[in-house]
């Protein structure tokens, strides 16, 4: 597969290049070059009980002349060693869960696939690769978790010291092994300030060979279309056309579900479910692109004012808004809402919500109301609700249960180094590292 800078599309790269650098040097994101194309009967011959068989066989094709299928096969099923289970809780409303990972999260799908393909690609060099990543709460520890004793590499999480919630700090600090926690004196954007100076220093870029692992690399994403192939092959003929709702951020989601559609993947409509932090739902009814500071909402994961894969759709369509009007149909939701839809839901079908595949769901009947057509609907769930239980057990008004992987995390004992936000103290302290 090859890939091109959405700022400069002359020049190709390989997959090596794309994963290793994650960001073109022209400051582009990386596009595939080319997609295949593959009819409506490949996606309803598709495994419907087997997602790492689904995954394997659309992965096979995306990399044949960049890794091996001996090599991938065992990437595949040591990645997504857990379920993605399609859940029916109302008439033509499916739930495709995709938080049964390690950290709860579907971040965990794009950080383990990319943790396994970059010990691939680095496997002949003989110095470590060691992985700077800022976080303000989940990336932390979805990457911590998936790069957890791969060979050869090590990582560091800079977080902000008592700016994440308690169970976020304890899901990055208790992972250990080749996994360190850096507990910064200062906020997330002094995390992100001090991760982009050290790869610009030479003093230390001389000593360790720098990567990150942030959310778009385009190993992140591929991954991320496989479930979309998946749920679609677990529909039976009676629920088309098919909706997709997405619950919506920084649009990496969205985005790799449109490539699974340039693929052949015959999805009718997606829906793009947002909370109030909505510039690309009011790109797509003004045809204008206006990044806004982000607001703070109970979906927090989807607090984006200027979402980084939106270059990425608009390049998917070459520009052509009309087409991507066909394709994506936008609604933003309040935390009112998104509260009013937990209760609800709970209510009627005794289905637990989180803040996140409740803004999912809400887009999702927003859109099967207003269509004229019949059509059946899936939404994503992307955390499973015990990460946010405060939240859920006000809502619902009664105790839930905790999954024995989180009670596990509270259980465990937090380790962090402390540094100041000052670059001086990470940098004296990655130089005096053996
Ligand atoms: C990251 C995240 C999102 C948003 O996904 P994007 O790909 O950034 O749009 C939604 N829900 C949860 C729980 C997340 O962690």
């Given at each position: 597969m090859k890939f091109y800078s959405t700022q400069q599309k002359n020049q190709l790269f390989s997959f090596a290049e794309a994963v290793l650098k994650g960001l073109a040097e022209d400051g582009g994101l990386f596009m595939p070059a080319e997609l295949p194309s593959f009819s409506p009967v490949f996606f309803e011959n598709l495994n419907p009980d087997s997602f790492s068989e689904v995954a394997f066989t659309i992965a096979s094709r995306l990399l044949r002349n960049d890794v091996p299928e001996e090599v991938l096969e065992p990437i595949i099923t040591e990645a997504f060693d857990f379920d993605v289970p399609l859940v029916t809780i109302e008439p033509d409303v499916a739930v495709l869960e995709l938080f049964h990972g390690p950290t709860l999260a579907f971040k965990d799908f794009g950080a383990r696939f990319m943790a396994r393909i970059t010990a691939f690609l680095v496997r002949n060099r003989n110095q470590p690769l060691t992985i700077l990543v800022a976080t303000s709460g989940d990336t932390g520890s979805a990457v911590g978790n998936a790069f957890f004793?791969?060979?050869?590499i090590q990582v560091f999480i800079l977080y902000p010291g008592g700016k994440v919630s308690s169970l976020q700090e304890k899901q990055l600090t208790t992972i250990g092994h080749n996994i360190t926690a850096l507990e910064i004196d200062g906020s997330f954007d002094d995390c992100q300030r001090l991760v982009k100076t050290a790869f610009l220093d030479h003093d230390l870029t001389k000593k360790l060979c720098l990567t990150s692992a942030n959310s778009i690399n385009i190993a992140r994403l591929l991954p991320q279309a496989f479930y979309y192939c998946y749920a679609y092959a677990g529909l039976?003929?009676?629920?088309?056309p098919v909706i997709i709702s997405v619950p919506s951020g920084n649009f990496g989601n969205l985005t790799a579900g449109l490539m699974a559609k340039k693929m052949?993947?015959?999805?009718a409509r997606f829906v793009a479910a947002t909370n109030i932090n909505d510039v690309v739902l009011k790109y797509l009814q003004t045809g204008k692109y206006e990044p806004a500071p982000m607001k703070k909402t109970?979906?927090?994961?989807?607090?984006?004012?200027?979402?980084?894969?939106f270059a990425r759709i608009v390049e998917l369509y070459e520009g052509n808004i009309d087409k991507i009007r066909a394709d994506i149909w936008g609604a933003p939701f309040t935390d009112e809402q998104t509260k009013w839809a937990m209760k609800q839901v709970f209510e009627n079908t005794g289905y637990l919500l989180d803040p996140h595949g409740a803004v999912g769901y809400l887009g999702l009947k927003k859109f099967l109301n207003h269509t004229a057509q019949p059509a059946a609907g899936i939404f994503l769930e992307t955390a499973h609700p015990a990460k946010f239980v405060d939240v859920v057990e006000t809502i619902i008004n009664q105790p839930i249960a905790i999954p024995a992987r989180l009670k596990a995390v509270l259980a465990g004992k937090k380790q962090a180094v402390q540094l100041s936000n000052r670059y001086g103290a990470l940098k004296a302290y990655l130089m005096s590292l053996k």
């Open positions: 004793k791969v060979p050869g039976s003929e009676r629920q088309r052949g993947l015959p999805v109970l979906s927090n994961a989807m607090d984006v004012g200027n979402p980084s894969n």
